[in-house]
């Protein structure tokens, strides 16, 4: 439903405001224009998402998934202390997901998001706990090391090194996901206190 | 730096992947199916949301958003031009896709504005999305805190996207 009403708000808009400031020639052209263009994009970005879900298979096959759980574990123990105290299912759970994100393998990451997330939540009455609102807050800041889709575009578009954003990427994960768990610890304080 | 990076990952995936005995070409080729298949599954919601992108485009509204849009903007460093990309991110994922390509398409992949389209692309998450899977999978009714605290981090992503595409591209 959100996205009938956005895209229709979108055409909408397009013919009113197209018609105020005088473009709706141009509109009518953008038309058969945006369309050919999600082909040609699509087309142009498909190899780079080929071969590069064919390179994540390989490092979901060698084990580099349980290698960096392993490698991350520490970490995520100081992120949910209860959980990985109390509950190791739950806690192997959330460490596959945030390690399948981080690779970028969606597929598995949600699955195993899920689960963590129903142990976590069970026998809680229907209200988020702090460590359960933490997990949704660091799938919600995606952090991930190869950002396959944006480069792919980026690629698709004729650019020399799609690749070369990494650095940003990561950059811009860290902060993200720091500031969302930052604001998460803020805001726990507040409803502790109310 | 940059460019020697990309192979040599490939290289290197590959030998770990024999190393560890995986049976390479057709860990590679599953993969790659995967891959077209997605790339496959997002091309009929591309179609019809970069057509009325396009639309906006040429009709003027979007560079009215960005004018709009620009005092507060330019206040968090973020390109004014990113503005329906920033919009939209929260609640579609399809839908940043369709914003964020036609903004790199429009402005050039390399330039300041594409390449933070890009960064945000790759550095978001469609929050309102993910929140509501996990709490409707989990019977949670009261989110608490969960939401605005995805949504700081969502306008962080975006500040520190532009910020790192500053910081590693700066304007010569």
């Not at chain 2, 990076?5 to 005995?21: C, D, M, N, S, V």
């Not at chain 2, 399809?94 to 390509?101: F, Q, Y």
């Amino acid at each position: 439903m959100l996205m009938s009403v956005l895209w229709l708000a979108m055409v909408a808009v397009s013919i009113l405001y197209g018609a105020a400031a005088g473009t709706l020639p141009a509109v009518s052209a953008a038309v058969t224009e945006g369309a050919g263009t999600a082909v040609t994009l699509v087309l142009g970005l498909s190899g780079t998402m080929a071969l590069w879900c064919g390179l994540l298979e390989v490092l979901r096959l060698s084990g580099v998934l349980e290698g960096l759980q392993r490698l991350l574990r520490p970490l995520l123990r100081k992120v949910y202390p209860n959980t990985f105290a109390n509950n190791p299912d739950a806690a192997s759970a959330l460490s596959a997901n945030f390690c399948a994100n981080l690779l970028g393998l969606g597929s598995a990451a949600t699955p195993a998001g899920l689960k963590a997330a129903k142990e976590i939540a069970a026998g809680s009455d229907g209200r988020a706990g702090d460590e359960l609102c933490r997990l949704v807050v660091m799938n919600t800041a995606s952090v991930q090391l190869l950002p396959v889709t944006a480069a792919a575009v980026r690629g698709s578009l004729g650019c020399d090194n799609p690749f070369d954003i990494l650095p940003c990427v990561w950059l811009a994960s860290l902060i993200s996901v720091s500031v969302g768990l930052a604001a998460a610890r803020m805001m726990q304080g507040i409803s502790d206190k109310a | 730096m940059m460019a020697l990076f990309i192979p040599l990952l490939l290289a290197f995936t590959g030998a770990w992947g024999i190393y560890k005995q995986v049976d390479l070409f057709h860990a590679l080729t599953t993969g790659a199916r995967e891959g077209l298949k997605t790339a496959a599954d997002i091309l009929p919601s591309l179609v019809v949301l970069l057509t009325a992108v396009t639309m906006l485009r040429a009709s003027g509204a979007l560079e009215a958003m960005a004018g709009v849009c620009a005092p507060v903007f330019s206040l968090l460093g973020i390109p004014a031009e990113t503005a329906p990309l920033v919009f939209l991110r929260p609640f579609t994922g399809s839908g940043a896709l369709a914003v964020g390509s036609e903004l790199m398409e429009r402005f050039g992949p390399d330039s300041y504005p594409g390449r933070c389209a890009a960064v945000m692309l790759g550095s978001t998450e469609t929050t309102f999305y993910v929140t509501t899977i996990y709490f409707s999978a989990c019977g949670i009714k009261k989110s608490r805190y969960a939401i605005p605290a995805a949504l700081c981090a969502d306008l962080a992503g975006f500040a520190a996207s532009a910020l790192a595409v500053r910081l590693f591209f700066p304007v010569g």
